[in-house]
């Protein structure tokens, strides 16, 4: 009987020395499984061993786990940065696009100056009176920048 217990702890000191203390509750249930053997009489290597490799099995499972675990970690990270690459071409985007507006308003007014009638200068500046077609194109420039506007506005919502 001796020998069975001192076999049973040499097999749990390897455990321990495997796996470190990590393991309490299966530990114990081990021990707990190894007294009840004894109390039937069949305190043998081979009663335990069972406990052992159910032990083992929870231990990789736990691994498994762990090991999944950080994969996810680290997939969540790198879609974190890409988030943050994305928001930041966004952002620069924008700005190249109130570049462009402001060329382009400037391109719309010496427009409209070009395609105006007449022109008559007077004491505060220059006076412009459009012809028809320059009115249609003043309204199309119009409805454009509301659709830019319009663009613009939600674009900053998606952003923010």
Request: proline share 1%.
């Amino acid at each position: 009987m001796e020998e069975e217990t001192h076999y049973n702890k040499k097999q749990l000191l390897n455990f321990r020395m495997q796996h470190g203390r990590k393991s309490l509750a299966a530990e114990r249930r081990l021990s707990r499984e190894t007294k009840e053997c004894r109390k039937h009489g069949s305190a043998t290597a081979s009663c335990s061993w069972g406990s052992f490799e159910e032990l083992n099995t929870v231990v990789k499972g736990k691994n498994e786990i762990r090991s999944q675990i950080q994969a996810i970690q680290g997939e969540s990270e790198q879609a974190r940065k890409e988030h943050v690459e994305v928001k930041s071409k966004i952002q620069r985007l924008l700005k190249e696009l109130q570049r462009v507006e402001l060329e382009l308003g400037c391109l719309q007014k010496r427009l409209l100056e070009l395609c105006c009638g007449g022109r008559e200068e007077e004491e505060g500046g220059l006076q412009v009176y459009p012809s028809s077609r320059a009115l249609l194109y003043m309204r199309v420039l119009e409805v454009q920048n509301q659709r830019t506007y319009r663009a613009k506005r939600d674009s900053r919502e998606i952003i923010h």
